[in-house]
């Protein structure tokens, strides 16, 4: 089955409303649960607010791919995601989630055919080696607006917090893809789309084939979420508490995966007392969260094309 501009879009938002919904998601946003400075109501907010330029992107993907790449914005697409959520919702829900669905999004749109998973880690890699320094500028002023760590650490020669940044990335022609190339030494999303989708392609996406309509969404999503935080230790939770704490955290998670079976009363109980201990200390697998939602886009897309939902 065909896929249109719209569909993918639609499949994007309710990825990101099926991971911000899921109970009890451990040490994120759900829907028992608030953060201090943000609510479940605040994602939900966030999830319609992407639509627009998931549809954006989609539409340019199928429309430039392959012959005028350039032309695609992925930049700008990410950008306009946290600028509409940004005039409904003061603190940064989206834009890991932005970074990876943009991506996918435009390369969703640009193959659109059945064997559209097969080809989208080489055909996203195309896409952003493609963009140009107008790409990287607008990432830049993304995370600047979401106000967002991720491509100012020490290692990075382009700190997002440098006025002069968006002049040098534009002097020495800096595209979306170098300027993630940077970054992907220690943060996650930026090597995550550098190299093929890894996580979500080898962990998030399978979990979703093989548990889809044996149970429900929001075990699905659970699992998936799961078997990213005990496979890969959470970007967000090393950058505040360090590398041992976020292994740690995948060390329990991974525990709670092997020893409890999906869709129990052993695993509810478990991934609550997973979900307290992750609160009390502040650890939020924010990143954790990001690879799920894309997953559920990447999963939920290969189900359209196979079934029509």
């Known amino acids: 089955m065909m896929l249109t501009s719209q569909d993918i879009a639609k499949l994007g938002e309710i990825a990101t409303l099926l991971e ?4 009890p998601k451990p040490g994120n946003v759900h829907r028992t649960q608030d953060f201090e400075d943000m609510t ?8 319609a607010s992407i639509r627009e330029n998931l549809y954006i992107a989609a539409y340019n993907g199928s429309k430039y791919y392959p012959n005028m790449l350039n032309a695609i914005n992925i930049g700008e697409c990410i950008l306009g995601c946290i600028k509409e959520t940004n005039n409904l919702v ?20 640009a193959l659109s055919e059945e064997d559209s998973i097969k080809n989208l880690p080489k055909a996203i890699d195309t896409i952003l080696k493609n ?20 491509m100012d650490n020490k290692t990075s020669e382009y700190d997002v917090n440098n ?10 022609h800096i595209n979306m893809h170098k300027l993630l190339e940077m970054s992907s030494k220690y943060d996650k999303i930026s090597y995550e ?5 890894p996580v979500i392609l080898s962990q998030g996406y399978p979990v979703f084939k093989k548990y889809d309509e044996k149970y429900s969404r929001n075990d699905v999503t659970l699992e998936i979420y799961l078997t990213i935080l005990a496979n890969t230790p959470d970007t967000l939770i090393n950058r505040k508490y360090g590398e041992k704490v976020a292994e ?19 695993r509810l109980s478990e991934l609550k ?20 939602a894309a997953s559920l886009f990447v999963g939920l897309v290969d189900k359209y094309l196979e079934t029509g939902i």
């Open 20 to 23: 911000v919904s899921a109970y």
């Open 40 to 47: 479940y109501e605040d994602f939900l907010i966030s999830s």
């Open 90 to 109: 003061k603190t940064n829900t989206n834009l890991g989630i932005s970074m990876l669905l943009v991506p996918i999004a435009a390369t969703f749109g």
């Open 131 to 150: 963009t140009e320094s107008d790409d990287a500028i607008a990432l830049v002023k993304a995370i600047v607006l979401a106000n967002a760590g991720g």
């Open 163 to 172: 006025k002069n940044t968006l002049d040098d990335i534009r002097k020495n």
């Open 193 to 197: 789309l550098i190299n093929g989708l």
């Open 248 to 266: 740690d955290v995948s060390k329990r998670a991974n525990i709670i995966l092997n020893e409890t079976e999906i869709g129990t009363k052993e």
């Open 273 to 292: 007392s997973f979900d307290i201990f992750l609160r009390n200390n502040k650890y939020n697998p924010g990143t954790t969260a990001d690879f799920t």
